[in-house]
């Protein structure tokens, strides 16, 4: 078992290193570099040494080639380099804004697991009936709807209107400021996590199986329990764990909407104004967190069905 | 055949938007970007002006319905773009294997480990933003699903007897994917198309909104919701009708993309997801 986590923890380590070379060969091709894209916004002018200076000591007047090694270098040592920006290591900026990005994460999560799942199941247990047909209805509404005008339309109704909660911010962490945004970004995933669910309890009812234990005589509620529910959860939570990626990926807009000091609005901040180390390091850390989350994901699998092998 | 609901609605919704995009000039009531006046902002919803006025006073209804041509613009582009590197990609992988195979599949995996916004995002910082770029960040980041299914397809449908026989007769490789294997896809293909270009809208709206996809002055759903953060205590309609429009069109779509999946691939009624 320790085994199996740790292949597959080191199968990530080869996908890691191309995304990597993707990222720093995307910003390679940049037309200018930070030094000059400061000069370029109209705000400020910076003299032609200064702009070499920060060239040689960041390192742009390199090779590409130089530079990627030097980079995959400092990577193994767990070293993201310094930001343009604020000069502290991109590893300490990145650490003070991981947490709230996995909270605001697991928090929606949690929100659409809550809600999608049993919502599945009861449209599953009863379809073509109004529960499910309000449910579905509810799931595609869901999965069509922009998170961040949700956001807005929330935060105008529960912060403003009604005074319940507080409009944006982090405050002290507490779940008064993750109610809002939670929400706002588990609504697609739930709308999705009822839709599997329903799906894969309709396939399973169908199966040989469940028929044979009903043909038993077996009641209803040991049907849903040992054979509907077991089965189901595989796929439900593989779809949970693909579902991390796209929430981490989505958090951006709400944070930015919420002003959540997440990874997110961090990432959208340094895209701005170009600060390349923490944009790379900040989308290097959101791969390397889907891929952990769905090696777990596959673990859990595993040591539910025990027809998965651990290979 | 008996139509489906969802195929009926959803095809209702996506027309409508089509069609207000296409007839924009003639309905419009006031250039969507020029006819900016202070005299009349953030005037409520009213008979003079249909869906109010923004903090410049201009007219949201005018607006909206140009937003619908960058909204469809980007939405059809840039998914044509997805499903033809995926359907090359795809399709060339099932069918010659080896090396190739290989490659495209770790391409795929790849794609798959960075999300796609995230992706778009990264592609956005590197250039303009703007209508080509947007076009380029959601054309090359979205086609790792139409190429795998592409992919399975072919592996399927390679061995049976008509590509067999196209093989006798000395069709090139080329000829037999494209008059042989393509049409025989097509269907599950489109499927995934639609349903792609309905989150093709809402990248482009959220890019916009964070500043990075069309830019203010242009009348982009996402940008315009951007605008109206400022104004939604005071002028909450702003923010209504922009977002109304980018969920119509996507529900829209993806109604039409199940109904299109229940008629072409029926067996997937039950498992649909």
Aim: glycine share 10%; proline share 5%; hydrophobic share 55%.
């Amino acid at each position: 078992m320790a085994a199996f986590l740790l292949r597959r923890l080191l199968q990530t380590v080869p996908i890691l290193l191309a995304v990597a070379l993707i990222i720093f060969i995307l910003f390679s091709v940049i037309p200018g570099t930070f030094a000059s894209s400061m000069s370029d916004d109209g705000r400020s002018v910076i003299d032609v040494q200064v702009m070499e200076r920060m060239n040689k000591e960041f390192g742009f007047n390199d090779p590409v080639y130089v530079r990627f090694g030097k980079y995959v270098a400092q990577l193994v040592q767990l070293d993201l380099g310094t930001s343009f920006r604020t000069r502290q290591p991109v590893t300490k900026v990145l650490a003070e804004r991981m947490w709230p990005t996995l909270l605001l994460t697991f928090a929606s999560m949690l929100f659409s697991i809550v809600v999608g799942v049993p919502l599945g199941f009861i449209a599953a247990l009863r379809p073509g009936s109004w529960v499910d047909t309000v449910s579905m209805v509810g799931a595609v509404s869901g999965l069509s709807l922009p998170k961040f005008w949700l956001g807005l339309l929330m935060m105008y109704l529960f912060a403003l209107v009604l005074g319940w909660l507080p409009s944006f911010g982090y405050g002290d962490g507490s779940l008064r400021y993750l109610v809002l945004p939670s929400i706002a970004l588990g609504v697609a995933p739930m709308a999705l996590l009822a839709r599997t669910t329903r799906a894969a309890v309709l396939e399973i009812m169908n199966a040989d199986f469940v028929r044979t234990a009903r043909a038993k005589g077996m009641s209803e509620r040991k049907v849903v329990q040992w054979h509907l529910t077991r089965n189901a959860l595989v796929i439900v939570l593989t779809t949970i764990g693909l579902q991390f990626g796209t929430v981490i990926g989505q958090a951006v807009v709400i944070e930015k909407l919420f002003s959540w000091p997440g990874l997110g609005s961090l990432l959208v901040d340094s895209v701005t104004l170009r600060d390349i180390p923490v944009v790379q390091g900040a989308i290097l850390l959101i791969v390397l967190s889907f891929l952990v989350i769905n090696t777990l994901v596959d673990v859990l699998c595993a040591l539910i069905d025990p027809r998965i092998k651990y290979t | 055949m008996k139509i489906r609901a969802n195929l009926l609605i959803g095809g209702i919704l996506f027309a409508t938007v089509v069609v207000a995009g296409l007839l924009a000039p003639l309905l419009a009531h006031t250039d969507p970007v020029m006819d900016a006046n202070l005299m009349y902002a953030e005037e409520p919803p009213g008979a003079e002006f249909w869906f109010g006025t923004d903090a410049q006073g201009r007219d949201i209804y005018s607006r909206v319905l140009h937003g619908a041509r960058i909204s469809l613009t980007v939405g059809i582009v840039s998914q044509l773009i997805n499903t033809i590197i995926g359907v090359c990609l795809g399709l060339s992988a099932g069918y010659w294997g080896g090396w190739w195979d290989d490659f495209v599949s770790g391409l795929t995996n790849l794609m798959l480990a960075i999300p796609s916004l995230i992706f778009a995002l990264a592609i956005m910082a590197i250039l303009n933003p703007g209508l080509t770029s947007l076009l380029i960040a959601l054309g090359l980041t979205n086609w790792s699903f139409t190429c795998r299914l592409a992919r399975a397809s072919t592996l399927s449908l390679k061995s049976q007897g008509y590509v067999q026989a196209a093989k006798v007769l000395g069709y090139s490789d080329i000829r037999i994917m494209l008059t042989q294997l393509l049409p025989n896809m097509l269907g599950p293909i489109i499927v995934i198309g639609t349903l792609g270009m309905g989150g093709a809208v809402l990248a482009e709206a959220s890019l916009s909104f964070l500043g990075l996809g069309i830019r203010p002055p242009y009348p982009s759903w996402g940008s315009m919701l951007s605008d109206a953060r400022d104004q939604i205590t005071t002028a909450p309609w702003i923010s209504i009708f922009p977002g109304l429009a980018i969920f119509v069109t996507v529900l829209g779509l993806n109604l039409l993309g199940d109904g299109l999946r229940d008629i072409l691939d029926p067996q997937s009624r039950t498992r649909r997801i």
